[in-house]
Protein backbone atom coordinates (compact mmCIF):
# COMPACT_ATOMS: atom_id res chain seq x y z
CA UNK A 1 0.00 0.00 0.00
CA UNK A 2 1.00 3.27 -1.10
CA UNK A 3 0.74 6.44 1.07
CA UNK A 4 -0.58 9.64 -1.03
CA UNK A 5 -0.52 13.51 -0.06
CA UNK A 6 -3.82 14.56 -2.39
CA UNK A 7 -3.42 17.97 -3.20
CA UNK A 8 -7.10 19.66 -3.99
CA UNK A 9 -8.30 22.25 -6.46
CA UNK A 10 -11.52 23.86 -7.63
CA UNK A 11 -12.71 26.88 -10.15
CA UNK A 12 -15.73 27.79 -11.03
CA UNK A 13 -16.42 27.85 -14.99
CA UNK A 14 -17.08 30.33 -17.57
CA UNK A 15 -20.16 30.15 -17.89
CA UNK A 16 -21.23 30.19 -14.73
CA UNK A 17 -22.63 27.34 -13.51
CA UNK A 18 -20.15 24.97 -14.29
CA UNK A 19 -17.80 23.97 -11.07
CA UNK A 20 -14.22 21.81 -11.71
CA UNK A 21 -12.48 20.14 -9.04
CA UNK A 22 -9.00 18.83 -9.24
CA UNK A 23 -6.88 15.91 -7.57
CA UNK A 24 -3.81 15.65 -7.57
CA UNK A 25 -2.23 12.25 -5.46
CA UNK A 26 1.32 12.48 -5.15
CA UNK A 27 3.42 9.50 -3.47
CA UNK A 28 4.90 10.75 -0.28
CA UNK A 29 7.99 9.51 -0.48
CA UNK A 30 8.38 11.33 -4.30
CA UNK A 31 7.14 14.71 -2.72
CA UNK A 32 10.17 15.99 -2.31
CA UNK A 33 11.72 15.38 -5.62
CA UNK A 34 8.46 17.05 -7.54
CA UNK A 35 8.42 20.29 -5.64
CA UNK A 36 12.71 20.13 -5.97
CA UNK A 37 11.62 20.23 -9.86
CA UNK A 38 8.69 22.69 -9.36
CA UNK A 39 10.88 25.05 -7.20
CA UNK A 40 14.30 24.87 -9.92
CA UNK A 41 11.41 25.63 -13.23
CA UNK A 42 10.20 28.62 -11.17
CA UNK A 43 13.75 30.23 -10.55
CA UNK A 44 15.06 29.73 -13.71
CA UNK A 45 11.92 31.08 -15.21
CA UNK A 46 13.06 34.80 -13.57
CA UNK A 47 9.15 35.56 -12.63
CA UNK A 48 9.01 38.02 -9.63
CA UNK A 49 5.33 38.51 -9.01
CA UNK A 50 3.59 37.30 -5.84
CA UNK A 51 0.49 35.71 -7.76
CA UNK A 52 0.88 32.32 -9.23
CA UNK A 53 -2.45 31.37 -10.84
CA UNK A 54 -3.67 30.97 -14.46
CA UNK A 55 -6.35 34.06 -14.42
CA UNK A 56 -2.88 35.98 -12.95
CA UNK A 57 -0.48 34.98 -15.56
CA UNK A 58 -1.47 37.99 -18.03
CA UNK A 59 1.41 39.21 -20.54
CA UNK A 60 4.09 38.31 -18.85
CA UNK A 61 6.47 36.17 -20.51
CA UNK A 62 8.29 34.84 -17.86
CA UNK A 63 4.77 33.79 -16.01
CA UNK A 64 4.15 31.73 -19.31
CA UNK A 65 7.42 30.36 -19.06
CA UNK A 66 7.43 29.07 -15.36
CA UNK A 67 4.00 27.79 -16.78
CA UNK A 68 4.74 25.87 -19.24
CA UNK A 69 7.78 24.21 -16.92
CA UNK A 70 5.19 23.61 -14.48
CA UNK A 71 2.83 21.93 -16.87
CA UNK A 72 5.37 19.93 -18.05
CA UNK A 73 6.52 18.74 -14.98
CA UNK A 74 3.84 17.53 -14.08
CA UNK A 75 2.22 15.57 -16.85
CA UNK A 76 5.43 13.64 -16.74
CA UNK A 77 5.10 13.20 -13.43
CA UNK A 78 1.73 10.61 -14.05
CA UNK A 79 3.88 8.35 -15.83
CA UNK A 80 3.50 4.68 -13.56
CA UNK A 81 5.12 1.97 -16.02
CA UNK A 82 7.82 1.62 -18.73
CA UNK A 83 10.39 3.85 -17.20
CA UNK A 84 12.54 3.21 -20.38
CA UNK A 85 10.05 5.64 -22.10
CA UNK A 86 10.97 8.86 -19.47
CA UNK A 87 10.81 11.95 -21.56
CA UNK A 88 13.25 15.03 -20.44
CA UNK A 89 11.08 17.80 -19.02
CA UNK A 90 11.49 21.47 -19.66
CA UNK A 91 12.97 23.53 -16.86
CA UNK A 92 13.64 26.84 -18.18
CA UNK A 93 16.34 28.35 -18.87
CA UNK A 94 19.94 28.27 -16.40
CA UNK A 95 23.33 30.02 -16.60
CA UNK A 96 26.04 28.82 -17.63
CA UNK A 97 29.02 28.23 -15.71
CA UNK A 98 31.54 29.85 -18.21
CA UNK A 99 29.59 32.69 -19.23
CA UNK A 100 26.32 34.86 -18.75
CA UNK A 101 24.37 33.28 -21.47
CA UNK A 102 21.65 31.36 -20.02
CA UNK A 103 21.05 27.31 -21.99
CA UNK A 104 18.33 25.28 -21.90
CA UNK A 105 17.83 22.83 -18.82
CA UNK A 106 16.04 19.72 -18.95
CA UNK A 107 15.95 17.38 -16.48
CA UNK A 108 15.05 13.74 -15.67
CA UNK A 109 13.17 11.82 -12.56
CA UNK A 110 15.46 9.80 -10.74
CA UNK A 111 12.39 7.15 -9.70
CA UNK A 112 8.80 6.06 -11.57
CA UNK A 113 6.29 9.44 -10.31
CA UNK A 114 3.27 7.24 -9.95
CA UNK A 115 1.31 10.31 -9.16
CA UNK A 116 -2.19 10.07 -9.98
CA UNK A 117 -4.44 13.06 -11.31
CA UNK A 118 -8.34 13.11 -11.06
CA UNK A 119 -10.40 16.15 -12.54
CA UNK A 120 -13.77 16.31 -12.03
CA UNK A 121 -16.84 18.43 -13.74
CA UNK A 122 -20.27 19.57 -13.13
CA UNK A 123 -21.13 21.38 -16.11
CA UNK A 124 -24.72 22.43 -14.02
CA UNK A 125 -23.60 21.92 -10.39
CA UNK A 126 -24.24 25.24 -8.87
CA UNK A 127 -27.57 24.85 -10.39
CA UNK A 128 -28.25 21.20 -9.79
CA UNK A 129 -27.20 21.74 -6.09
CA UNK A 130 -29.18 24.48 -5.80
CA UNK A 131 -31.11 22.71 -2.45
CA UNK A 132 -27.81 22.73 -0.72
CA UNK A 133 -28.10 25.34 2.29
CA UNK A 134 -24.83 27.57 0.93
CA UNK A 135 -21.73 27.36 -1.07
CA UNK A 136 -19.35 25.77 1.40
CA UNK A 137 -22.19 22.81 0.59
CA UNK A 138 -21.96 22.39 -2.25
CA UNK A 139 -18.07 22.61 -2.26
CA UNK A 140 -18.06 19.63 0.20
CA UNK A 141 -21.08 17.22 -1.76
CA UNK A 142 -18.90 17.71 -5.09
CA UNK A 143 -15.61 16.99 -3.28
CA UNK A 144 -16.60 14.25 -1.76
CA UNK A 145 -18.35 13.09 -5.71
CA UNK A 146 -14.99 13.72 -7.01
CA UNK A 147 -12.58 12.39 -4.67
CA UNK A 148 -13.89 9.42 -4.31
CA UNK A 149 -14.52 9.14 -8.34
CA UNK A 150 -11.34 9.57 -9.10
CA UNK A 151 -9.89 7.32 -6.13
CA UNK A 152 -12.45 4.42 -7.36
CA UNK A 153 -11.13 5.01 -10.50
CA UNK A 154 -7.33 5.18 -10.17
CA UNK A 155 -6.43 2.49 -7.54
CA UNK A 156 -7.79 -1.24 -7.32
CA UNK A 157 -7.13 -3.88 -5.02
CA UNK A 158 -3.81 -4.75 -6.52
CA UNK A 159 -2.93 -0.99 -5.73
CA UNK A 160 -4.15 0.41 -2.98
CA UNK A 161 -4.14 3.87 -1.68
CA UNK A 162 -3.57 5.44 1.91
CA UNK A 163 -4.54 9.01 1.85
CA UNK A 164 -1.90 10.54 4.26
CA UNK A 165 -3.45 13.92 4.28
CA UNK A 166 -5.63 16.39 2.23
CA UNK A 167 -4.19 19.47 1.46
CA UNK A 168 -6.69 22.37 -0.31
CA UNK A 169 -6.37 26.13 -2.35
CA UNK A 170 -7.13 28.22 0.88
CA UNK A 171 -10.57 27.80 3.18
CA UNK A 172 -11.19 31.40 3.98
CA UNK A 173 -13.19 32.23 0.72
CA UNK A 174 -15.98 29.87 2.10
CA UNK A 175 -19.08 31.19 4.09
CA UNK A 176 -18.20 29.21 6.91
CA UNK A 177 -15.64 26.84 8.07
CA UNK A 178 -15.31 23.32 6.42
CA UNK A 179 -16.47 20.20 8.50
CA UNK A 180 -13.59 18.79 8.12
CA UNK A 181 -14.14 15.86 10.50
CA UNK A 182 -17.65 14.79 8.59
CA UNK A 183 -15.72 15.06 5.11
CA UNK A 184 -13.01 12.10 6.66
CA UNK A 185 -15.80 10.39 8.33
CA UNK A 186 -17.55 10.11 5.33
CA UNK A 187 -14.74 9.18 3.22
CA UNK A 188 -13.68 6.29 5.55
CA UNK A 189 -17.47 5.13 5.79
CA UNK A 190 -17.89 5.48 1.99
CA UNK A 191 -14.30 4.52 0.34
CA UNK A 192 -13.90 1.15 -1.34
CA UNK A 193 -11.30 -0.90 0.76
CA UNK A 194 -8.60 -0.38 -1.22
CA UNK A 195 -8.60 3.87 -0.62
CA UNK A 196 -8.64 4.24 2.84
CA UNK A 197 -6.96 7.64 5.51
CA UNK A 198 -3.96 7.27 7.52
CA UNK A 199 -4.87 7.68 11.28
CA UNK A 200 -3.43 10.83 11.76
CA UNK A 201 -4.69 12.05 8.40
CA UNK A 202 -5.79 16.01 8.49
CA UNK A 203 -7.17 18.01 5.98
CA UNK A 204 -5.44 21.84 5.55
CA UNK A 205 -6.48 24.46 3.47
CA UNK A 206 -4.48 27.35 5.31
CA UNK A 207 -0.93 27.93 6.87
CA UNK A 208 0.58 25.39 4.19
CA UNK A 209 4.12 24.40 3.92
CA UNK A 210 6.29 26.24 0.98
CA UNK A 211 6.60 22.91 -0.40
CA UNK A 212 2.75 22.10 -0.50
CA UNK A 213 2.08 25.18 -1.99
CA UNK A 214 4.33 25.14 -5.06
CA UNK A 215 2.13 21.76 -5.48
CA UNK A 216 -1.53 23.48 -5.57
CA UNK A 217 -0.17 26.23 -7.25
CA UNK A 218 0.69 24.19 -9.88
CA UNK A 219 -2.28 22.57 -9.57
CA UNK A 220 -4.10 25.93 -10.56
CA UNK A 221 -2.98 26.02 -13.57
CA UNK A 222 -3.07 22.30 -14.82
CA UNK A 223 -6.88 23.06 -13.93
CA UNK A 224 -6.88 26.48 -15.54
CA UNK A 225 -5.72 24.56 -18.72
CA UNK A 226 -8.49 22.47 -18.94
CA UNK A 227 -11.18 25.45 -18.23
CA UNK A 228 -9.53 27.28 -21.02
CA UNK A 229 -10.09 24.00 -23.30
CA UNK A 230 -13.65 23.19 -22.57
CA UNK A 231 -14.36 26.52 -23.15
CA UNK A 232 -12.67 27.68 -26.27
CA UNK A 233 -12.25 24.08 -28.36
CA UNK A 234 -8.98 22.49 -28.57
CA UNK A 235 -9.43 23.56 -32.50
CA UNK A 236 -8.75 27.09 -31.19
CA UNK A 237 -6.00 26.28 -28.79
CA UNK A 238 -3.71 24.18 -31.28
CA UNK A 239 -3.17 28.02 -33.00
CA UNK A 240 -0.98 29.83 -31.14
CA UNK A 241 -2.47 32.99 -31.12
CA UNK A 242 -2.54 33.66 -27.27
CA UNK A 243 -0.19 32.33 -24.91
CA UNK A 244 -3.03 31.02 -22.62
CA UNK A 245 -4.21 28.57 -25.47
CA UNK A 246 -0.30 27.53 -25.76
CA UNK A 247 -0.43 26.50 -22.24
CA UNK A 248 -3.56 23.97 -23.12
CA UNK A 249 -1.30 21.83 -25.42
CA UNK A 250 -0.51 19.49 -22.46
CA UNK A 251 -4.28 19.15 -21.89
CA UNK A 252 -4.48 18.06 -25.38
CA UNK A 253 -1.85 15.30 -24.82
CA UNK A 254 -3.84 13.60 -21.66
CA UNK A 255 -7.26 14.40 -23.78
CA UNK A 256 -6.51 12.54 -27.02
CA UNK A 257 -4.63 10.17 -25.47
CA UNK A 258 -8.29 9.33 -23.45
CA UNK A 259 -9.86 9.19 -27.05
CA UNK A 260 -7.62 6.45 -28.32
CA UNK A 261 -9.60 4.08 -25.92
CA UNK A 262 -7.61 1.08 -25.45
CA UNK A 263 -4.52 2.24 -26.35
CA UNK A 264 -3.96 3.72 -22.90
CA UNK A 265 -3.92 0.33 -21.64
CA UNK A 266 -0.26 0.00 -23.10
CA UNK A 267 0.42 3.44 -22.10
CA UNK A 268 3.02 4.90 -19.85
CA UNK A 269 -0.08 6.54 -18.60
CA UNK A 270 -2.30 3.74 -17.27
CA UNK A 271 -4.08 4.63 -14.17
CA UNK A 272 -2.46 7.85 -14.20
CA UNK A 273 -5.01 10.00 -14.91
CA UNK A 274 -8.84 9.83 -15.14
CA UNK A 275 -11.06 13.05 -16.44
CA UNK A 276 -14.87 12.73 -15.77
CA UNK A 277 -17.89 14.37 -15.90
CA UNK A 278 -21.15 14.21 -13.80
CA UNK A 279 -24.57 15.53 -13.98
CA UNK A 280 -28.28 15.50 -12.71
CA UNK A 281 -30.66 13.60 -15.44
CA UNK A 282 -34.52 12.03 -14.13
CA UNK A 283 -32.87 12.62 -10.26
CA UNK A 284 -29.95 10.29 -10.91
CA UNK A 285 -26.56 11.27 -11.76
CA UNK A 286 -25.00 9.92 -14.66
CA UNK A 287 -21.20 10.13 -15.23
CA UNK A 288 -19.11 10.16 -18.49
CA UNK A 289 -15.58 11.17 -19.55
CA UNK A 290 -14.40 14.62 -20.15
CA UNK A 291 -12.68 14.20 -22.92
CA UNK A 292 -15.48 13.79 -24.92
CA UNK A 293 -17.01 16.78 -23.82
CA UNK A 294 -13.97 18.83 -25.26
CA UNK A 295 -12.62 16.56 -28.36
CA UNK A 296 -16.56 16.85 -29.90
CA UNK A 297 -15.81 20.56 -30.06
CA UNK A 298 -12.97 20.40 -32.50
CA UNK A 299 -13.88 21.22 -36.32
CA UNK A 300 -14.02 17.99 -38.12
CA UNK A 301 -10.81 19.87 -40.29
CA UNK A 302 -9.13 20.65 -37.12
CA UNK A 303 -9.93 16.72 -35.22
CA UNK A 304 -6.57 15.09 -37.25
CA UNK A 305 -4.09 17.41 -36.76
CA UNK A 306 -5.80 17.90 -33.10
CA UNK A 307 -5.38 13.68 -32.85
CA UNK A 308 -1.91 13.35 -34.26
CA UNK A 309 -0.83 16.28 -31.62
CA UNK A 310 2.17 15.46 -29.82
CA UNK A 311 3.47 17.51 -26.65
CA UNK A 312 7.45 18.37 -27.50
CA UNK A 313 9.61 16.98 -24.79
Not at 111 to 139: H, I, M, Q, W, Y
Not at 221 to 234: E, T, W
Request: charged share 30%.
Amino acid sequence: MTDYMVFHDESKGERGEEFWHAFFWVPIAFLPELTGFLAFAYRNSGHMGDERSFKCLGHSQAAHRYANCWLTILKQSLQSCKPHLADPFDCGRTLRATSSRREPAYCRFTRLPCCKLSVFFLPNGLRELRLCRDETARFEATFLMGLKNGGHRLFSEFAPCRIAGIRLDRERHYQRPLDKALLLRRIAEEARDYLSLSPDCTIEGEALSEREQLVIDALDILLGSFRHAHAHGLSEATRPKARKRRLTMVTHDLLTRVDRGDGMRNSRYRDGYTLRRAWLEEGRWRFDDLHSAIIERVRPEDRQATLSFSFPA
